[in-house]
């Protein structure tokens, strides 16, 4: 089972500014997803990413593949408050009934 | 909208007592899974299981146990609960959306063991 890292563990932001998070592994993913958790919930899906190199936006969210399917990043343009949580990144395994492999997450924190 | 739900949001607990956490999905699916979450640790793979009456282990399942009897419903249980078992506890369900599964989380239960 690959290990996802990601970095950075913690962000803390002002609203309006941008920001970077990444997920990396030393294997090559099939895909990858991107959740989202907000202090008292469960995990929400973003987005899935498949191809390498493939870039996709969800408002002000977007979501980068790497060349190589060894690494990805989300990036905020213009953070809200509402943008506050833990971003974790998660590997679906293969052959494994919908096993996924979740890295630690980035605690990131939009302050108005 | 998918939902799954879990019986309790907060949850306190003594040790050596049995706990029982339930979670209910109400889209049929046939995957689902037990996390427990801790700072700094992510979510770490309890139990899961897919399909009714089957289960196998995840990465930490020592110390617990789950049960399936329905497709709906998927139960973990802490037959003594001791202080290292306080934690978050994310259930979660999951489909096969084309190439690639999805995972749809409940809300988390925070079991605290005194």
């Known amino acids: 089972t690959q290990l996802l890292e990601q970095s950075p563990q913690f962000l803390s932001i002002q609203e309006g500014e941008n920001l970077t998070v990444y997920c990396n592994s030393s294997s090559v993913f099939s895909s990858l997803q991107w959740y989202r958790q907000e202090p008292g919930e469960g995990p929400v899906l973003l987005v899935t990413?498949?191809?390498?190199?493939e870039v996709k936006k969800l408002k002000r969210l977007t979501f980068q593949f790497g060349d190589a399917r060894k690494d990805s990043s989300l990036h905020i343009t213009a953070a809200q408050p509402g943008d506050t949580g833990l971003y974790l990144c998660?590997?679906?395994?293969?052959?494994?009934?919908?096993?996924?492999?979740f890295g630690a997450g980035t605690q990131v924190v939009v302050t108005p | 909208d998918v939902k799954v739900t879990q019986s309790s949001r907060y949850l306190v607990k003594r040790t050596g007592e049995k706990v029982f956490l339930e979670c209910v999905q109400d889209?049929?699916?046939?995957?689902m899974f037990w996390y427990r979450q801790d700072p700094g640790l992510g979510l770490r793979l309890i139990y899961f299981?897919?399909?009714?009456?089957?289960?196998e282990k995840g990465d930490i399942p020592e110390g617990y146990s789950v049960s399936r009897e329905k497709k709906e419903r998927f139960s973990l249980i802490l037959e003594s609960a001791s202080t290292n078992q306080t934690s978050m506890y994310l259930c979660?369900?999951?489909?096969?959306?084309?190439?690639?599964?999805?995972?749809?989380f409940g809300p988390g239960t925070r079991l605290t063991v005194t």
């Open positions: 979660a369900s999951s489909f096969a959306a084309g190439l690639f599964y999805e995972q749809y």
């Open positions: 299981s897919y399909d009714v009456k089957m289960k």
């Open positions: 998660a590997d679906p395994l293969t052959d494994s009934w919908g096993k996924f492999q």
């Open positions: 889209m049929d699916h046939e995957n």
């Open positions: 990413v498949v191809t390498g190199g």
